[in-house]
C-alpha cells in the first residue's frame, strides 16, 4: 500500500517535471511581457516534430534529433519574436491574448498542413524500464527528472548572477525605469521569449519517447495545462513554478490512482479556480506582484 | 503607410485564393455526378481514422467511375470534418447538405458523432449511411425505432462485447477484469454491454477508468490495475493510443501478465511492433482485419497496398465495402432518387467481403465479428460471430 503511493508520487514528480519545464518558460515570457503566451504548448509540439522528423527522415541518434528539435523551435522563435512578441511590450493585455492565439492556429496548422494531421509515431529515446526503489520506470523518466533539476538550478543561478538575468528581472519590475537606465527592452523580451519557447521544446523532445505519439494538436493540452501551474506558482515566480508544477503532477497522479482516471484533467482546471479564488497572486508569493 | 498597403494586397490574395477555391468545388456539383458526402475526423487524434476512411471511400469510388459509374452517373465524393467531436460532425453534415447538396452521406467513424449526424441528415431528408460506428443505441434508434434515413452497415458493440467476453471467460478462463476504455460513447456503451453479460460468465468488474482522447500518461492507472488481481484488461479504446498504452504497460511490469481484450486495433503490425510483449495475447473482435480470408477481401488489401503504400485498416475496408453497397442500392432503386434509394437499401442482398449483408427492421446490417488473438506478434483468427440482436421492447 505504502509502496504504491510511493510509486504514484514518483508518477506525479515525472509529469511534474515535464509540466515545470514547460511552465517555467510561459512564466519568463509573462514577466517581462506581461501576456499570457497562449502559443507555448505550439513550441512543445515544434520541438517535438523537429526531434521527429530528424529521427524519421534522416535516422539522426536520439541526442541528436534533441538539438535539432531545440534549434529548429529556437529559429521558429526568433522570427516570431522579432515580428510578434516584441510589439507586445508595453501593449495592451488584450493584444498579447490575441497575438499568441493567433501565433498558436498558424502553428498548429501550418504543421498539420505540412505533416498531415495523423499520428506520428516517435521512434527513439530510452525507453528500456529499469527497476528503482521496488518498481521499474522508463530510463527516459529518470532523464526527464534529472533535466528538470539542471534546468532549474540553471534558471536559477542565471536569473540571480547574470546580465541577462538581472535585466529580465528588471523588466518584469518596471519597464519605463529599465529603458531610463538604458537596458535593451526589447531584446530582453526577445531573449527571453526564445529562451523559455526553447525550454518548451525541450520538455517536449524529453517526453515524447514516453509519450510515443507526436500530432499537431499536441501542444493545446500543454498550454492548458501549464496555465494552473503558473497560477499556482505566482505569475512570473521561477521558484513557486517549479513547486506548483509538482504539486500539480502528484495530485493529478494520486487522482488518476485513487479516483479514476477520467478526472485527471479536472484536477488542473479545478486548482485553477481555487487559486484564482482565495490566492489569486500564487501560493508562494505575499503578495500580487501585477 | 506601407504596412497598410501591405496588408490591403495580403487580403486581396486571400480573397483571390478563396474564390478560386470556392469555384472548383462549384464544378464538381455541376457534372451530373451522384453527390456523396464522407463525413469522418480529418484532423485531430482520430484522424488516422479519418484518413482511412476517406481512402477506403475514394477507391470504391474510382472503382466504379472506371467501370462506367452507377447507370451512367459517376460518384463524387465530397469530404467533410468531424475532427471527431459532435459539434464539428454537425457543421460539416450541414455544410455537405446545404452547400454540397449532397444526396448521400457515410459517416461519421466516432459513436458520438453520429448520433448527432442522425437528427440533422433526418431532417434534411438524406439517406445517412453509417459505416463504422458501433454505439447499440444508433440503429436502437432507427428504422422502426425512429430515424427513417439512417442505416448502419457495420457490427455493433453489443455483439462484440458478448463475442469478447465469451471468448475470455470459457476459452482463457479469465473472471477479474479492469476496465480501460476510452471515454466516449463507444467506449462506455461497449463496457456497459460487457457488464450486461458479465455475471453469466461468473466475471467480475474490479476497477474501472475511462481515458480522455488525447491522454497520453496511464502509469498511474496501470499500476493500479496491476496491483489489483485482474487477469485481463477489457480496453474498448482508440487506434493511436493503444502503443502508448502498450508501451506503458511494458515500463509498469504488466506486459506478458495482463492481457488486453476488446478492441483498438491490437492487430495493426506498427502497434504490435511498438510494444511486442504487451500485445501477446491480446484479444479483439473487429468487424474486418487485413489477413481475413475471402478472395474479395484479399483483392482489396492488394488494390489498397497499391494505390497508397500502405495496408488498409478496418476502417478504410467498411468506407470502400459501404461505397460499393450504396452504389448496388442506387442501380437496384434504377435512380439516384433518395427515397427509392432507401427502399432499395431495406431489401438489398448485398454480397460482402464478410457474407451477405441484409438489414433487419432497425436498418441494422446483419454482420459478423471477428474474433482474433495475437499469437507470436501475429493475428490469428479464432473464427467469426454474429448474433440476431433482441431490440428492447417498447
Redesign the interface.
Known sequence: MLS?IF??IV?GI??GSVYAIVAVGMTMIFGVLRAINFAHGEYYMLGTFGAWFAIEYFDLPYPVALVIGVIATAVIAVVVGRFVMQRIVGAPPETGVLATLGIALVLQNTV?LVF????K?FNGGY?E?VSIFG????EQRVLIIIVCILVFVGLELMVTYSRMGKAMRAVSQNIECCAVVGIDVPQVALRTFILGACLAALSGVL?AP????V????GE?ITFKTLPVIIMGGLGNVRGTFFAAMILGIAE??V??YV???F??TVGFATLMLVLMWRPHGLFSAQARF | MMSALDRRAFCIAMGLIGLGAASTDARAAEDGAVRLGIVAP????N??Y??FSLRGAQLAAEEINNAGGVGGRKIAITSGDSQGTPVEGVSATRRLIDLDKVDFIIGDVSSSVTLAMQPVAEDAGVLLLNAASSNPKITYGAGVGGFKWTFRNYPTDENRALVVIQYAAEKRGFTKFSV?SV?TDYGRAAVEFTKKYLPGFKGEVLT?????E????????L??IR?SGAQAIIMYGLA??T??IA??M????LAGKIPLIGNAEFNTE?TIK?APKALEGAVEAAAWLPAWDAPKSLAFVEKFKAKYRETPNNHAYVHWETVHLLAKAIEAAGSADRAKVRDALSRIKYDSAMGEVTFDDHNQARLPMILLQIENGKPAIKGAYSAEIKYPAK
Open positions: 504504491a510509486e504514484q508518477n515525472v509529469s498539420i498531415g494531421g495523423g499520428y509515431f525507453i524500464p518498481f521499474t520506470l522508463a517526453t514516453v509519450n510515443v505519439s500530432y499537431g494538436g499536441m493540452i497522479s494520486l488518476a490512482t479514476g482516471l477520467q485527471r484533467d | 480529418m484532423s485531430g487524434p484522424s488516422r479519418g484518413s480501460l471515454d474501472e477508468d475511462y481515458y480522455k488525447g491522454e497520453v500518461d496511464f502509469r498511474s492507472v499500476a493500479k496491483d493511436d493510443t502503443p502508448i508501451r506503458q511494458i515500463e509498469v511490469g506498427s511498438a
